[in-house]
């Protein structure tokens, strides 16, 4: 076996066993503090997800002041998480996405990835697209990639050895009310980031025959 061969193996050993480690944690050492510079290399990976359209939706704010967690606690159900962990990152999603589709698709011509002609007509046709969408369409998209950034977010995160749990358990009225959260902008969770001092409490899963069908259900 290769060199090239040994470590291709060992990268996916890798990842499976980050695959396997993340769990859903909601006991976090208070004195852990992850750098925003961390943070924002966190991120960074993170939004290597895929989006329909390439478009991006999903913005992200960080809470990591004591006083805005001491804020946010009450709106998320007094979950203690959110004051011990070293950061909630709040996924949210934009639905005025197709306004930054022109800055985007100008940066794959720049990359060298499509013709100048072809981004202007995809531009086009995306803005003008999106723009005649029915809202229940378009929450559904944003809840659909913000769901693939969160767990792109999370896995990055355990990979760089911290834990997280995905938060669904808020108000999110108050939480808009109480950040200032633009009206364009509607919440899909929120995500504690920190490291661990009790694990994620271990859990199994379905058969997988019980949830895989293969041509016809």
Same mark, same amino acid.
């Given at each position: ?20 480690? %993340? %769990? ?74 197709y306004k930054k589709a022109e ?101 199994? %899963? ?12």
């Open positions: 076996m290769s060199n090239l061969q040994n470590t291709q193996i060992l990268e996916q050993q890798n990842f499976f066993d980050v695959i396997r480690e %993340r %769990r859903s944690v909601r006991v976090f050492d208070p004195s852990v503090q992850i750098s925003r510079e961390e943070i924002t290399e966190i991120l960074e990976q993170a939004a290597l997800a895929p989006s329909s359209a390439n478009l991006q939706p999903w913005r992200f704010l960080v809470i990591d002041t004591p006083e805005l967690k001491q804020k946010l606690l009450p709106i998320a159900f007094n979950q203690q998480q959110v004051i011990d962990a070293s950061a909630v990152i709040a996924i949210l999603g934009d639905l005025e996405s800055s985007i698709y100008n940066q794959a011509v720049e990359a060298g990835f499509m013709p100048a002609d072809t981004a202007k007509s995809m531009v086009e046709r995306m803005v003008g697209m999106y723009q005649s969408l029915p809202p229940e369409v378009i929450h559904q998209i944003i809840y659909t990639d913000g769901g693939l950034v969160s767990m792109s977010l999370m896995l990055v995160a355990r990979a760089k050895g911290y834990d997280t749990v995905p938060m669904g358990g808020y108000d999110k009225a108050k939480f808009d009310e109480a950040f200032g959260i633009p009206e364009n902008y509607k919440s899909v969770m929120l995500i504690p980031l920190g490291k661990a001092t009790k694990p994620g409490h271990p859990t199994t %899963r379905l058969p997988i025959n019980e949830v895989v069908f293969f041509n016809e259900i």
